[in-house]
T-cell receptor
């Protein structure tokens, strides 16, 4: 069983729609959760971090965390073609804790005109 | 401008040669990390350092070595013992603790 699991996609949504990306994790002791966006051939860019249960909003992005169910999600409202990328979920606190992030394999998002 | 730099962007080497990848940050971050990314796989941690002159192995340290002599620098050497060195190598840094990590632009290494 993977420690951080994401659907690889691709997830296709029309421009202007809401894109919903999901991530589950196995370690109940995980403390912090991150979403990174990675364009093809580029390095990951941090777009959201969330540390407590509930929702956190930043512009068109909302991160949702449910520690009891061990999932974290990212909603992108009013999706734009420029949002087309791979979204990586990362979780801190696995394999001994500390500063080590464990990444999912990413979900490819395609926003279609 | 504050940030993380990695050089070179592309690197080509012959099998059997050691190669060193550079990573420098001017964010005054205490912690630095090296990851590798292969197609279809997530990022995997090679080594990390939480303080100068100290570093720990990550999940896939075999065939790699690092040093942390200065706070701002964390070079990675890919040795000839690494069986599949061709990959995208990413350096990251953070203030420390369970907080956010920020990535450099990466070095794409090809070994033939």
């Amino acid at each position: 069983q993977k420690e951080v699991e994401q659907n690889s996609g691709p997830l296709s949504v029309p421009e202007g729609a809401i894109a919903s990306l999901n991530c589950t994790y196995s370690d109940r002791g995980s403390q912090s959760f991150f979403w990174y966006r990675q364009y093809s051939g580029k390095s990951p860019e941090l777009i959201m971090s969330i540390y407590s249960n509930g929702d956190k909003e930043d512009g068109r992005f909302t991160a949702q965390l449910n520690k009891a169910s061990q999932y974290v999600s990212l909603l992108i409202r009013d999706s734009q073609p420029s949002d087309s990328a791979t979204y990586l979920c990362a979780v801190n606190g696995l394999t001994g804790g500390g500063n080590k992030l464990t990444f999912g394999t990413g979900t490819q998002l395609k926003v279609e005109l | 401008d504050g940030g993380i730099t990695q050089s070179p962007k592309y690197l080509f080497r012959k099998e059997g040669q050691n190669v060193t990848l550079s990573c420098e940050q001017n964010l005054n971050h205490d912690a630095m990390y090296w990851y590798r990314q292969d197609p279809g796989q997530g990022l995997r941690l090679i080594y990390y350092s939480q303080i100068v002159n100290d570093f720990q192995k990550g999940d896939i340290a075999e065939g790699y070595s690092v040093s942390r002599e200065k706070k701002e620098s964390f070079p990675l050497t890919v040795t000839s013992a690494q069986k599949n060195p061709t990959a995208f190598y990413l350096c990251a840094s953070s203030e420390g603790g369970p907080g956010e990590q920020y990535f450099g632009p990466g070095t794409r290494l090809t070994v033939t």
